[in-house]
């Protein structure tokens, strides 16, 4: 039987290189190259316009809450155009995306904030490039709903370990010498866990090595599937290590 999550599957992780951390509305988010999903979609479906494709549906402004202008003594005041309150806007798209077939499709919106101000009052921006920026939005949350980086939008990258994973499954898949690069990163990953055993034999407690082993083995179980390694025979070493250990511990403790 056919998985269902084959074409999920078929994006891998999302390269770190196309990634970069924001700041919205003081949430810290993982902001992703809109080109770059294209490219991994085009990648499995076909060239945009053959294997897949989007129409807008709907745009329009919407507004948000009254502008704030700071007044004479910095106090903030509702701007008005005569009698009426001026408004913030945001800027807001529906598109229809489809793949495979022009029957297959699906929608989401995309949003960005047209008309504002700063949050002193102090001046008003105005985004010219927001119907571009909320049609990128839109596709972007489009794609990750067929697995397009959508390991990002699962919140997956806020795990380092993760990234770190996803490099990894990259530098490999782009390699020019994919099997010199194979062995370094084999040899990367075993001088790794030798340095995690070195370690955790000069911990000075219990906890101090329970947490360095934790995060050898949770770096063996995410990148050994990736080396085609076994992750119970990677971390069979650093097991060994745990349980001598664990014993010398509890007998100083008696």
């Given at each position: 039987m056919m998985?269902?999550?084959k074409?999920?599957?078929?994006?891998?992780?999302?390269?770190?290189?196309?990634?970069k951390s924001?700041?919205?509305?003081?949430n810290?988010q993982?902001s992703l190259?809109g080109?770059?999903m294209v490219?991994?979609?085009?990648?499995s479906?076909?060239?945009?316009?053959?294997?897949?494709?989007?129409?807008?549906?709907?745009?329009?402004?919407?507004?948000?809450?009254p502008v704030?202008?700071?007044?004479?003594?910095?106090?903030?005041e509702?701007?008005?155009?005569?009698d009426?309150i001026?408004w913030e806007q945001?800027h807001?798209v529906l598109?229809?995306?489809?793949?495979?077939?022009?029957?297959?499709t699906?929608t989401?919106?995309?949003?960005?904030k047209?008309?504002?101000m700063k949050?002193d009052g102090?001046k008003?921006?105005?985004?010219?490039?927001?119907a571009?920026k909320s049609?990128?939005d839109a596709?972007k949350?489009?794609?990750?709903l067929i697995?397009?980086c959508?390991d990002?939008f699962?919140?997956?990258?806020?795990?380092q370990?993760y990234q770190?994973a996803?490099?990894?499954?990259?530098?490999l898949k782009?390699?020019?010498d994919?099997?010199a690069?194979y062995?370094s990163?084999?040899?990367q990953?075993?001088?790794a866990?030798d340095?995690?055993?070195n370690?955790?034999e000069?911990?000075p407690?219990?906890?101090?090595?329970q947490n360095?082993y934790?995060?050898?083995?949770?770096k063996v179980?995410r990148?050994?599937?990736i080396l085609?390694?076994?992750?119970?025979?990677a971390?069979?070493?650093l097991?060994?290590?745990?349980h001598?250990?664990?014993s010398k511990f509890?007998?100083?403790a008696?």
């Amino acid at each position: 039987m056919m998985s269902n999550l084959k074409l999920w599957d078929s994006f891998g992780k999302t390269d770190p290189k196309y990634t970069k951390s924001a700041n919205v509305d003081g949430n810290r988010q993982t902001s992703l190259s809109g080109n770059y999903m294209v490219k991994l979609a085009t990648e499995s479906l076909g060239p945009i316009g053959e294997g897949w494709g989007y129409r807008i549906v709907e745009e329009r402004l919407d507004n948000t809450k009254p502008v704030m202008m700071k007044a004479e003594g910095g106090k903030l005041e509702i701007l008005k155009d005569g009698d009426s309150i001026v408004w913030e806007q945001n800027h807001t798209v529906l598109i229809e995306l489809w793949h495979g077939s022009r029957d297959n499709t699906f929608t989401q919106f995309g949003h960005t904030k047209f008309r504002y101000m700063k949050a002193d009052g102090s001046k008003m921006i105005i985004d010219n490039e927001c119907a571009k920026k909320s049609l990128t939005d839109a596709m972007k949350k489009c794609l990750s709903l067929i697995g397009v980086c959508a390991d990002v939008f699962m919140g997956e990258f806020d795990d380092q370990g993760y990234q770190q994973a996803a490099q990894l499954e990259n530098e490999l898949k782009k390699a020019d010498d994919k099997d010199a690069e194979y062995l370094s990163k084999i040899e990367q990953f075993n001088a790794a866990i030798d340095d995690a055993l070195n370690a955790m034999e000069l911990c000075p407690n219990m906890p101090a090595m329970q947490n360095v082993y934790g995060l050898a083995a949770h770096k063996v179980d995410r990148e050994a599937p990736i080396l085609g390694i076994d992750p119970a025979t990677a971390k069979q070493p650093l097991d060994a290590k745990y349980h001598e250990l664990t014993s010398k511990f509890n007998q100083e403790a008696k």
